[in-house]
């Protein structure tokens, strides 16, 4: 029988967090969302701030689990509030983790801790996710025509951030069937930064140019556009798999989850393509 209590979910406005509470709420599930400031409408939560761990889970049966990007030391705030979900009795934690996981990534480190205590776990390995062309890269896309990285001619095989909610919504949903599972979760294909530039370009009628740059290059704008060191961080190593080859994994286990295909990154851009619209320009 599925554990009845409510399903807490951290990063609940986030790209996955969001459609996640939208999924599992119509499938009529109990659902926390939860905040880092007090908010009426969700429970407060700050890995920074252990007092706010019991509070936050009390009465909670599952737990949907993202690591902050801000946060890269796991054993000091996220470590804690492994032992506090166990302490609070909750009965299954799915992780969102990262394709490729290895020692030099937190989220290995958190597998590792779930993996270490009394918690039923799901690890959640996606891969890149489509929407962060709607974010980290969307204003140079809307406000200079190009995608300037460090990924060189390595494909990447883009994920949309709502297929990874919709299965961690039936992890969440059914959590016996998935327990000690690793799932890797890829788009349909995988796709070069040229490629991508020839997609927004013709959605958005205008055109949009890759221009591969070296490394040192690439952390020098990361730096002078006055990111924060943990963000520059990220960067470099999402590029640096790419640029290796590492990102190409195109894995059929989405699919087989969901009984449908992954959404493409076409659909992602054709979707959304108001967000590199410029201001004044025809829709």
């Known amino acids: 029988m599925t554990d009845p209590r409510p399903i807490l979910v951290t990063g609940s406005s986030g790209n996955v967090g969001a459609p996640l509470v939208s999924l599992l709420r119509a499938a009529g599930l109990p659902v926390i969302a939860t905040a880092t400031r007090p908010q009426p409408e969700a429970r407060h939560l700050d890995f920074e701030d252990p007092a706010t761990f019991a509070p936050a889970l009390a009465g909670v049966g599952r737990v949907f689990l993202m690591r902050p990007p801000h946060i890269s030391d796991t054993r000091r705030y996220l470590r804690p509030f492994v032992r506090a979900m166990e302490v609070a009795g909750v009965e299954h934690v799915a992780l969102l983790s990262l394709m490729g996981v290895n020692p030099a990534m937190p989220h290995w480190r958190v597998e ?34 190009r995608l300037r990285l460090a990924s060189g001619r390595g494909r990447t095989s883009f994920i949309d ?28 294909e995988a796709l070069d930064y040229h490629r991508v530039a020839a997609m927004l370009s013709e959605a958005l009628g205008r055109a949009i140019t890759y221009e591969p740059v070296g490394l040192l290059a690439y952390r020098r704008d990361l730096v002078a556009a006055g990111l924060p060191s943990a963000f520059v961080n990220v960067q470099l190593l999402i590029n640096v798999v790419a640029r290796l080859g590492l990102a190409a994994r195109v894995d059929d286990t989405l699919p087989r989850l969901l009984g449908r295909p992954p959404r493409t990154l076409q659909q992602y851009i054709e979707d959304h393509r108001d967000l590199w619209r410029r201001s004044g320009s025809k829709p």
């Open 112 to 145: 590792q801790d779930l993996r270490a205590s009394s918690l039923a776990w799901t690890f959640l390995r996606p891969a890149f996710f489509s929407q962060n062309l709607g974010a980290a890269y969307r204003a140079d896309i809307r406000d200079r025509d």
């Open 161 to 188: 951030a709502r297929d990874i909610a919709a299965v961690a919504a039936q992890v969440l949903a059914g959590p016996v069937a998935h327990r000690a599972q690793a799932y890797t979760l890829t788009g349909p």
